[in-house]
Structures are given as C-alpha cells and as structure tokens.
C-alpha cells in the first residue's frame, strides 16, 4: 500500500470517528431532551387530570352535602324505603349522569338510585373509618368495578349529630377523560393496575398501537399504527384513600413533528457524508500530486539496485522529497565510481584465479586418480564462483599484501579438506559397518516379535461350535507387535460357559508374557474350581508369590448358566462391562465390587455378583484400550460414545457389534496413534438351552 494511500486511509478514518462522535453525542442529546419533554408533558397532564377530579368532586360535594341534611331530617329511621323515597324526591341535587349510595356503617348498602342488584358499594373500610371520625367528606377517583372509574364525593348522614350511614355521589370517570381530551386535543386513557385499558375516548386507537406501559411509574414512548406516529405518555393517578388507582395515558399524534426532525437528521447526515467524502478525495488529490516525485525518486532508485546506473532523476518538489532527489543523485555518482572499482577488481581476481589454478593443478598431481578429479572438480567449481561483493573487493585490492595471504589460507583449507575428505570417508565405511550389524539385529528382533504375535495369537480361543443358547465373538489389536490384552470363553460343562477379558499392564513381550501365564491359569483353574471368586482368588495367588517385576492383571471373569441365564461374576479392577436390554434397548454397567486387580494383594479373597440375562439380552465386554483411545486433539473416545455406539448396535450379531465398536473409535482417532490395546468380546443370550 502506498505512503499516500496510508495516509489518506488514516484520515479518513479519523474522521469518521470524529464525525460519529458527534452524531453519537447528538444522539444522546437528543435522547435527553426527549426524556425531558416527556417529563414536561407528563407532569402538565397530571396537573390537567388533577385540577379536574378536583372540580367535578368539588361540584359533586355541594348536592351531597345537601342530600345528606334531607336525609337526616326526611329519613330519620334510615331504612331503605325512606332513602328511596328521599332520593325521588331530590331531582334537583341528582342530575342524570350522578349515580347515588347509601351505606350503613358496616359497608352494607342501604339504598341507591340504581337497582340493588346491579349496585355495588363505592366506598370502602377506609373511607367510611374517615368519615365517621370528623373527616367532613371524601372524594376522587375510585375504581367502581374492574370495568368502570368513578369520581365520587362522599359525607356521613347524621342524625341527633351521630353518624349512622354514609353518602356517596359519583359520576363515571369517562366525562372526566372527555374533557381532559377536550383540553389537551389528545386522545385520554384509564388503564388499571393489571395493564387493562378501562376507558378512553378512542378505544379503537387504543388497540391499533397496543402501548406496553408501566403501571404505578410514569413513562414515554413512541408507536406507531398505520404509518402514524404517537407518542404515549402515562402518568399513575391516585385514589381517594391514597396510593394508586391506575395509570392515566394520552397519545399524541406526534408524526408531523417527529417526520420534519427525522428528514433533518437524514439530511444532515448525507451532507455531513457528502462533505466528508468531498474532503477524502480532495485530500488524495493533494497527496497524489505532492508525491509524485518522490514516487519518480523510489523508481530511480529501484533501477539502481537493479544495476541500471543509466537513468537520471531531475531534482524536484520542495522540503523533504527534494532532499530525498539530491541524495539520489550522490548515490548514483558513488555507484559509477564503485562500478570502476569493481572492474579494477575483477582484473586483479583473474590474475588470482590463474595461481588458484595453477596450485591446484600441482596438488593434483600428487593424489591419486580419485583425489585428482576431486581437485579439478573444485577448480572447475572455484572458476564457475561468481564475483564476490564488490565493497570487499574493492577493499581487497586496495590491500594487495592481504589479498595473497588470502589466497594461501584458501589453498591450506582446500588441502585440509581433502584430508577430512577422507578422513569423513573412513568413518563412514566404519559407520556402515555397524549399520549393517545393527539391521540384521534388528531382522532377527522382528522375527522374534513376529514369532511373539503369532504366538499370542494362537493363545485366543477358537470359536466355539453353534449353541442356541447364545453367540460369542471376540476381538483385539494390538498397540505394538504384541500386547497385554486378552480375552478367553470355554465351556465349563454343558450347561456353563466361561468368559474372561483382562488388560495386563505394561505392554511389549514381557505384558505378552505375564497375559499367556494369566489366561492359562484362569482356564485351568476354572475348570475344577466351584466358583468364579474361587478361581480368581486361588490364580491372585499363585501370581502375587512371585511377582518379582510387580506386573498386575485386571481381570473379569464370569460363569454364565445357559439354562437360566444366570451370571456369576467377579471383577478384580476391569472396566465394568456393558449389558443392553434386549427388549427396551437400555444400556446400564454391571456392578462395580471395588476388588483389586490380579497380583496386587496376595491371599486377597475376591467378591462375585450375580445378574441374570433375559431372552436377546447382549454382554459386552472391553478393555481400557476402547474408552481411553485419543484423537488428534487429545480427546478420550469416552465411556458415553461407547454407550452410545452399544446402544445402536446391541441387536446386530456379536460380531457385526465389536467391529462397529472398533469402527467408531477408528473414525474417532483420526489417524493418531493408538497407545493401548484394543479388546471386544460380545456375547448374545437368546434363551435358555
């Protein structure tokens, strides 16, 4: 990228930080006198709804004040018929519209001008305490039912100056929420505590944009419906005995005003985007025209590394680049001069070259035939050399002395060479010797490891003649040439088959080893022993004694009854085994009975356990070399994708199901070598023989 281009890039960049700075503060701002707006529009709509309920209560306390005296002089018992009848007779305090109740001091209602039924008491405990306690009247906003707001006023009716019922006036809030709309122009909203719109002068506005305001807070916000925008502001209105009653909204037709300020910022940022892109291309212009020469300086001075010492470059520009042009004119003078130096060079270095040539056609001849073509195939090498630096060849002539001790410690390294040649020579053949010693070695090593392989190879059991009650198949690789894994099945007698899988530690010959000892013990020993746990317990023995190398063996081992599929167990620290369902297809572990492994703890009594297979039930066991196989990124193929894979397969033929298993962990490994044995040993129970 070129100097102008950087900088022009980095200018640009600047200022479009800059530029988002500021539209980013603007934005704030913008935002912060919005929110004080809101707040402005919000209080003067409190203080509108405020004013109101006060003048219609206000309105209201007069004809209740006077209903009450009637009552206290028409009514005197209070009973329902009497207020009835002095509510009748009051058409000039009770305009339509103003709904009126009677309460008794209980809160029970006495009488109203609505049916009783459809009446509920408008006042509560709180407010009927206050009027009976000296407070003259009470009055505000009170929600009637969950569906209707009422502005009520309220006094106690007494009689003989003691209070004996409750009067209370109201209208419905939806007169108040007319004139608040009449006032502010805007449609005017009741909305409960539970977010439920109770009365509004445009319900159908109300639905189009669906405001999501809080309930006991005042709040703004912006919606939109059929492409207008309304800016909806909600208040919380108290109730008469205190606290909230509701939320008060207003909305606002605000698409005018918000559109004409939207296009303004719209158009500032296009000619803000305008001008700055103006400025970048103005600035590259500038740039380009300012750097040419120095564009013109690096291209002389390209040729001039090059070799081409023909073109001059006219000085020009000012400042800097024209400081850059005169020195590439010194460069170019120096370079002629040291042009002529290198050809007073390269006369002096053939004359050198001939003495090279000369000595080393002498030295020749006194080497034998081999020596002789080696010393010409150096000359013809040394004539072939191209011509060295020409700044220490220029240093070399100016010193002829040092110049020809040069070349005699060049003769004195060629012949030292020639001896190490030798020298070299002699050790190789020396070295080839030994290789060759250690390669037959090595051939008789595999052949013993070959031997080894195939050795353990024939110590796994053959396959075993077809038996209804069950199929059983085993598999193993090997991490090296022979391992420390096996697996054994045999039957016992007609009715019980023995199966063993066990992972020697270590690896190699001597792990080969210890496992050929191990399974011939196991087999013998379980042929007359009278339980699994009896024959692990007596073969522990037998390899704890003398177990001088402190080798050990886990080891499962168990009998299976083919009549009843009854499995008698013992696992001295051997990955449990697997037993699926045959029926629901779950996979669960046999139990685990914390014993040791083989050769650990002599005279150490091993535990069985006994499990019982059902019909198409399937045993699969393993050894560590299954679960713990890594991939390229040191991941374990794991107990759970072993799970799994059984899980999949356990209805397939044994066989079909541990070379599924051997497939997974080969696609899991990738390719990375496999440090451990790999061991399978399935068997199917399909019903009693």
């Known amino acids: ?185 805007e449609p005017s909203y009741l909305m409960s505590l539970r977010g439920r719109m109770i009365a509004g002068t445009n319900p159908t506005l109300w639905e189009k944009v669906s405001p999501t305001l809080p309930r006991r807070t005042a709040a703004a916000e912006l919606l939109s419906a059929d492409g207008r925008l309304y800016f ?130 002498r030295l020749a001849g006194t080497l034998d035939e081999d020596g002789r073509k080696e010393i010409l195939s150096d000359l013809r090498r040394v004539m072939a050399e191209p011509k060295p630096d020409p700044a220490a060849t220029a240093a070399a002539a100016e010193r002829p002395t040092e110049a020809l001790a040069v070349l005699a410690t060049v003769l004195q390294g060629m012949s030292q060479r020639i001896t190490d040649q030798h020298r070299r020579l002699t050790e190789l053949i020396r070295e080839l010797q030994d290789a060759i010693i250690t390669r037959a070695r090595l051939a008789g090593l595999e052949q013993e490891l070959e031997i080894a392989r195939e050795l353990q190879r024939s110590f796994l059991p053959r396959p075993l003649p077809e038996h209804p009650a069950f199929r059983i198949y085993g598999l193993m690789e090997t991490a090296k040439e022979v391992g420390g894994d096996f697996y054994d099945y045999f039957m016992i007698d007609d009715r019980r088959l023995g199966i063993v899988v066990a992972d020697v530690s270590g690896k190699g010959v001597a792990a080969a080893l210890f496992m050929a000892i191990t399974r011939t013990l196991i087999k013998a020993t379980a042929q007359s022993a009278p339980s699994p746990a009896a024959t692990v317990t007596e073969v522990n023995t037998f390899l704890a004694a003398d177990n001088e190398q402190m080798m050990f063996v886990t080891l499962f081992h168990g009998v299976l009854d083919l009549d009843t599929g009854s499995l008698t167990f013992v696992n001295a620290g051997h990955n449990p085994p697997l037993l699926a369902n045959g029926t629901t297809g779950a996979v669960s572990e046999l139990p685990r009975a914390g014993d040791p492994a083989l050769a650990v703890i002599e005279d150490f009594e091993f535990t069985e356990a006994t499990v019982t297979l059902h019909p198409d039930d399937t045993l699969f066991l393993f050894t560590d070399g299954v679960t713990e196989a890594f991939n390229a990124d040191s991941q374990a193929f794991g107990d759970a994708r072993l799970v799994d894979t059984v899980a999949l397969h356990h209805t397939d033929d044994a066989a079909a199901l541990d070379e599924a298993v051997r497939d997974a962990v080969v696609a899991f490994e990738k390719g990375a070598e496999r440090a451990d044995d790999l061991t399978c040993l399935t068997l199917r129970y399909f019903r009693a023989a």
Do not use: C, K
Not at 116 to 122: C, D, G, L, Y
Not at 316 to 334: H, M, W
């Open 232 to 361: 909806a502001a909600a208040a919380p209105v108290d109730e008469m005995m205190g606290g909230v009653a509701g939320t008060l909204v207003t909305l606002r037709d605000a698409t005018d005003s918000l559109s004409a300020t939207r296009r303004l910022e719209r158009t500032g940022l296009v000619a803000v985007g305008l001008g700055s892109l103006v400025m970048i291309i103005g600035l590259y212009v500038f740039l380009r025209q300012a750097f040419m020469p120095l564009e013109s300086a690096i291209e002389t001075l390209h040729e001039l590394s090059e070799g081409n010492l023909q073109p001059s470059t006219p000085v020009s520009g000012t400042g800097e680049i024209r400081r850059i042009g005169e020195a590439l004119a010194v460069f170019r003078r120096n370079a002629l001069q040291l042009l002529e130096q290198e050809e007073a060079i390269a006369r002096q270095r053939q004359r050198q070259e001939r003495i090279i040539r000369r000595q080393l056609e």
């Open 1 to 185: 990228m070129l100097l102008r281009t950087r900088i022009t890039l980095l200018l640009s960049i600047a200022l479009v930080v800059v530029i988002g700075s500021l539209v980013a503060v603007g934005t704030v701002r913008a935002r912060l006198e919005q929110d004080r707006l809101a707040e402005i529009a919000i209080g003067a709509q409190r203080s509108f709804w405020s004013s109101l309920v006060i003048e219609r209560t206000d309105d209201l306390e007069v004809p209740a004040a006077e209903l009450a005296a009637r009552l206290s002089v028409a009514a005197p018992n209070l009973t329902p018929a009497e207020i009835t009848e002095v509510i009748l007779n009051s058409p000039d305090l009770i305009t339509p519209g103003i709904m009126v109740q009677v309460l008794d001091l209980d809160g029970e209602l006495l009488a109203a001008n609505a049916p009783v039924f459809r009446a509920r008491p408008i006042l509560g405990a709180p407010a009927i305490d206050a009027l009976t306690s000296g407070t003259a009247t009470v009055g505000g906003l009170r929600q009637e039912r969950p569906d209707r707001y009422v502005i009520t006023a309220a006094r106690a009716v007494s009689i003989s100056g003691v209070p004996r019922a409750v009067l209370s006036l109201a209208i419905d809030a939806e007169e108040v929420l007319q004139e608040l709309t009449d006032r502010l122009g």
